[in-house]
């Protein structure tokens, strides 16, 4: 570069110039017209540095000198500094968007639009891993209803404790109840519902400092990636199973009649349906229908409005209906999971939010 500068013509010469720049021995002009030479010669003590070629070495020896390395060490920093804020972007955006939400006090929602590495790398998948990470998490619900109650579960979505869970689980309540993984008890308030979704959000009443799911991106989900769905079933608080993605998209209906959610009771036995045939019961005339994932990971009755979770940890799902045969048994304890269980997808979640929160009720 330096090397560069140096051809660019800038002292390409063939002979200094200037007054003096002649030999010492002058004789008749060559030209009769050019001025004469000066009557005298220059002495070495002028005042007047020369014009001819001293400055020449000073530019030679430039390139050698240490000179060009402060450009270069200010080069190297301006690449270090940008690399620096390229880290941060990217981590603000990505794997370490719940620690910055704590760091800054806020009690915004951990959404991702990428994975998260919840739990580290070389546990993603493990059960156990995923299990520590997320329960903290997930909590089980209790409504109060006209003609019973209803127990279903939730996701903490902020650590001042918004939680989202589904619509059936809360529809008609006198009121809401939620235990945490820890053992603590609130009293929650309903924030917004949306029937056509399947989806409520409540708010805990004084709780702080609670551990936000991080919230993933269903739209890169696969059939046959490896899920972990964390619920109450029979108000078992925290049980965890696990299982695989057995289809995407399938078109699942649900009432949206409140009366319909209260008529369930305790049992948790969901009607919805799916393939042209009712589960759990009729479903009613007034339904909605979504598109949800397919698991089969092990769904009980108190599931409803849990985490379906991928290797990563992320919550890739709200797990809404699922197949009982309480309605074939003598007894609702006789309910259990044949593997056909359906789930929320949580990008549906994330758009839903903003209406959620502004206390919308429909």
Known sequence: ???????????????PQGPYSQSHGYSAPVNPEWPPPPAYEPTAASPLPPAG??????RRRAPAGPEPEPRRR??????????????????????????FQEL?????????????????AGKKGDVA??????SPSVVEINATLDNGSSTGSGVVISSNGEIVT????????????VRTSDGHSYTADVVGTDSSKDLALIKLQGASGLRAAALGNSSGVQVGDSVVAIGSPEGLTGTVTSGIVSALDRDVTVPTDESQAQGQGGDGSWPFQF????????????????????????????????????????????????????????????????????????????????????????
């Open 129 to 134: 891993a995923i299990a520590a990470a997320v």
């Open 166 to 177: 589904n619509n059936h689980v809360i529809a008609g309540a006198q009121s809401v109840k």
């Open 53 to 58: 070629p001293e400055p020449e070495p000073r």
């Open 104 to 120: 800054a006090g806020k009690n915004d929602v951990t959404a991702t639009g990428t994975s998260t590495a919840v739990v580290p």
């Open 275 to 362: 393939g042209g045939r009712n589960f759990n019961g009729d479903t009613g005339s007034s339904t909605t229908t979504y598109k949800a994932i397919q698991t089969d990971a092990s769904l009980n009755p108190g599931n409803s409005g849990g985490a379906l979770i991928d290797a990563a940890g992320n919550i890739i799902g709200i797990n809404s209906a699922m197949y009982s045969s309480s309605q074939q048994a003598s007894s609702s304890s006789d309910a259990g999971s044949i593997g056909l269980g359906f789930a929320i997808p949580v990008n549906t979640v994330k758009s839903d939010l903003a209406k959620l929160r502004s206390g919308g009720r429909n």
């Open 1 to 15: 570069m330096t090397e560069s500068f140096r051809r660019s013509g800038e002292y390409d010469y063939d002979a």
């Open 74 to 99: 200010r080069a190297r920093g301006s690449v270090a500094l940008l690399a620096a804020v390229a880290i941060v972007a990217a981590a603000v955006g990505g794997a370490t968007a719940y620690g």
